[in-house]
């Protein structure tokens, strides 16, 4: 049976549809429409008791049903279901582990409330005074997160040397850069890097998976 992916494209999302594609599992995605908060769907929670995409169901796990939300949890359950993208030497895995849990404590959340601040800054009948204490100590700590993957990417191709999922937990959000950040200019190796993952043939298929009929 087909891994279930409950899913929007967004970058939490394509976390996951990047590494489905990757490791060449065969998968099904069931849309979360998130703009249409059925993100609290009884169902959903069932699945994500967070309320928030993606959730990913594997019936067929060596004989038990495996249920997981958060995508970094997620990633590392692919990871060691198909031993790919995932090393299994303790420092290597631990190395890999480090950059998961920095991106999904760190840049993600970090980039996110920019992004919602911004938003909230330019809404109509808003001060936009109100947003630019938080803005400028998020858009702080995002500029300081960037500089240490640019130090980390000096001199390697992937994050922890080869292609893994702390590349494919990253490289989603960073491919929204102009969104929130405007050019890499100041980051040529992290621009580098992300010309490298963008061409991937599975990277190009999982950007497009979920898009039909969104504005
Ligand atoms: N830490 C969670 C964050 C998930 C998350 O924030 N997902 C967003 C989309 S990128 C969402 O579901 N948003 C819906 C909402 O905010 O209600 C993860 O990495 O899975």
């Excluded at 999302?13 to 490791?23: D, N, T, Y």
């Excluded at 031993?83 to 959340?109: I, K």
């Amino acid at each position: 049976m087909p891994i279930r992916l409950y899913y929007f494209p967004t970058p939490n999302g394509r976390k996951v549809s990047i590494a489905l594609e990757e490791m060449g599992l065969d998968y099904e995605i069931e849309r979360i429409d998130i703009l249409r908060d059925e993100q609290s769907r009884p169902d959903f929670l069932a699945i994500s008791p967070n309320g928030r995409i993606p959730g990913l169901v594997d019936e067929d796990a060596h004989g038990e049903r495996v249920v997981i939300f958060e995508s970094g949890a997620i990633l590392q359950y692919l990871g060691r279901k198909t031993g790919r993208f995932y090393p299994t030497g303790e420092a290597r895995r631990s190395w890999v582990d480090a950059w998961l849990f920095w991106q999904m404590a760190g840049l993600g959340p970090m980039t996110g409330q920019v992004t919602w601040f911004r938003r909230a800054s330019a809404k109509p009948g808003r001060d936009p005074r109100d947003c630019s204490f938080a803005l400028h100590r998020y858009e702080k700590e995002m500029r300081r997160l960037y500089g240490v993957l640019e130090t980390q990417l000096a001199g390697r191709d992937f994050i922890c040397d080869d292609y893994s999922i702390a590349d494919m937990a990253c490289w989603p959000w960073v491919a929204q850069h102009h969104d929130y950040l405007g050019r890499l200019d100041q980051f040529p190796n992290i621009q580098a890097w992300s010309d490298r993952i963008q061409t991937r043939p599975a990277v190009l298929r999982a950007m497009v998976v979920g898009l039909e009929g969104l504005p």
